[in-house]
């Protein structure tokens, strides 16, 4: 049985030793538009400051991972189109493989607002290792203050981690409170307090973004908020525009409790797919539902029974329990 998968991430790598433990005779092919293998993707705020950017620090599994477990890891190249009446799927490259069963874990993508500027070189999102990469660049040539754009969770780890580098940032947020979507307005409250008092920080809430310009982000009432670097993180979106149009999707590509997507012999699972109505965007999810759909691309039977949305809170000295309480480290 040939077993191909998309994607090169946790959901890629999940589903990937899900079918090889399920299928051992299988041949399974993992084909990842990115450049290291599957890694914790998590962890690359953590790295923007870091001595170096080592992709090794941070992979879900070493290097020989693969090999050991009879598992090809295609690099760099990307799945472009599918014809599922040949059961053929073709990468970038033009290389059309046959698959008998096919795993779409292609994830999703930074969303960044089309505002005029959006575009700009000093304009950044932190979604994959080469974001990562382009982002400490910007910082060792030379670029002293950044604007954060999106005050949700990971916007949080962003400034956290910039501060780290030693640079000033000034941190946008459209609400008129921090995580307005995740905690009390009590916590919220405690928390841009206990923020005011770090140096080198400044909070603006209720900020709406008109433009960003190589000095910075220009706000609807334009006043010019000064940054070399702006990061945005506004959110992800399923990386599916345009993309297998076969496969039925609404904001995901829609899948049953088997990750199967509608069209035969074909799964999907991840931050590409909606399940229960829901993108979810969360690692331990992704991550369950990549085991189900590689049991079943390897001709088990298993179905994906829904976890709890667990956001996790644990940056600029906060942690958040259980019980969605924020209490200050
Ligand atoms: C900075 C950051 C911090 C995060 N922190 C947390 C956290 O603390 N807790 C949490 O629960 N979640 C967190 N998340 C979200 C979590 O990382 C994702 O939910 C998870 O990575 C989804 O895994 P995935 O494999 O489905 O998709 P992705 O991680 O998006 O991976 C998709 C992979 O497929 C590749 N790909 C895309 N298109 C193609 C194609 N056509 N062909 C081949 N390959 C393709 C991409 O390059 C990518 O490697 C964070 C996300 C980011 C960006």
Same mark, same amino acid.
């Given at each position: 049985?040939? /077993?191909?998968?998309?994607?090169?991430?946790?959901?890629?790598?999940?589903?990937?030793?899900?079918?090889? +433990? $399920?299928?051992?005779?299988?041949?399974?092919?993992?084909?990842?538009?990115?450049? #290291?293998?599957?890694?914790?993707?998590?962890?690359?705020?953590?790295?923007?400051?870091?001595?170096?950017?080592?992709?090794?620090?941070?992979?879900?599994?070493?290097?020989?991972?693969?090999?050991?477990?009879?598992?090809?890891?295609?690099?760099?190249?990307?799945?472009? $189109?599918?014809?599922?009446?040949?059961?053929?799927?073709?990468?970038?490259?033009?290389?059309? #493989?046959?698959?008998?069963?096919?795993? *779409?874990?292609?994830?999703?993508?930074?969303?960044?607002?089309?505002?005029?500027?959006?575009?700009?070189?000093?304009?950044?999102?932190?979604?994959?290792?080469?974001?990562? *990469?382009? /982002?400490?660049?910007? &910082?060792?040539?030379?670029?002293?203050?950044?604007?954060? *754009?999106?005050?949700?969770? &990971?916007?949080?780890?962003?400034?956290?981690?910039?501060?780290?580098?030693?640079?000033?940032?000034?941190?946008?947020?459209?609400?008129?409170?921090?995580?307005?979507?995740?905690?009390?307005?009590?916590?919220?409250?405690?928390?841009?307090?206990?923020?005011?008092?770090?140096?080198?920080?400044?909070?603006?809430?209720?900020?709406? $973004?008109?433009?960003?310009?190589?000095?910075?982000?220009?706000?609807?009432?334009?006043?010019?908020?000064?940054?070399?670097? #702006?990061?945005?993180?506004?959110?992800? +979106?399923?990386?599916?525009?345009?993309?297998?149009?076969?496969?039925? !999707?609404? !904001?995901?590509?829609?899948?049953?409790?088997?990750?199967?997507?509608? #069209?035969?012999?074909?799964?999907?699972?991840?931050?590409? *797919?909606?399940?229960?109505?829901?993108?979810?965007?969360?690692?331990?999810?992704?991550?369950?539902?990549?085991?189900?759909?590689?049991?079943?691309?390897?001709?088990?039977?298993?179905?994906?029974?829904?976890?709890?949305?667990?956001?996790?809170?644990?940056?600029?000295?906060?942690?958040?329990?259980?019980?969605?309480?924020?209490?200050?480290?």
């Amino acid at each position: 049985m040939d /077993i191909v998968i998309a994607g090169g991430s946790v959901s890629a790598f999940e589903a990937a030793a899900a079918a090889r +433990r $399920t299928a051992p005779e299988a041949r399974i092919a993992v084909y990842s538009a990115e450049s #290291v293998p599957p890694y914790r993707r998590p962890a690359l705020p953590g790295l923007i400051c870091a001595a170096e950017a080592d992709a090794e620090k941070i992979l879900i599994r070493p290097r020989d991972f693969y090999g050991k477990n009879a598992i090809e890891l295609h690099l760099g190249t990307r799945l472009e $189109t599918v014809d599922p009446a040949k059961k053929t799927a073709v990468f970038s490259g033009g290389a059309a #493989v046959s698959y008998d069963r096919l795993v *779409v874990a292609v994830g999703g993508r930074a969303f960044v607002p089309d505002l005029p500027g959006a575009k700009g070189g000093n304009v950044f999102s932190l979604r994959n290792f080469d974001d990562l *990469v382009s /982002i400490r660049a910007k &910082l060792a040539a030379g670029a002293r203050t950044a604007v954060v *754009v999106g005050g949700g969770i &990971l916007g949080l780890e962003a400034v956290d981690a910039l501060l780290k580098c030693g640079i000033g940032v000034t941190l946008l947020e459209q609400a008129d409170r921090l995580l307005s979507r995740n905690i009390s307005p009590e916590d919220s409250l405690m928390m841009m307090r206990a923020l005011e008092e770090i140096k080198n920080f400044r909070l603006v809430c209720r900020a709406e $973004t008109r433009e960003v310009t190589g000095k910075g982000v220009v706000l609807a009432d334009g006043t010019l908020i000064s940054g070399d670097l #702006v990061l945005f993180s506004t959110g992800s +979106r399923p990386a599916i525009d345009g993309f297998l149009p076969q496969l039925p !999707r609404e !904001r995901g590509l829609l899948v049953d409790d088997r990750m199967r997507t509608g #069209v035969e012999d074909i799964f999907a699972c991840g931050d590409c *797919v909606q399940f229960g109505g829901k993108v979810c965007g969360l690692y331990a999810i992704s991550r369950a539902m990549a085991a189900v759909a590689g049991v079943n691309a390897a001709g088990g039977g298993t179905v994906y029974m829904p976890k709890a949305d667990a956001i996790m809170l644990n940056t600029l000295g906060f942690r958040m329990s259980n019980d969605g309480k924020v209490t200050k480290k």
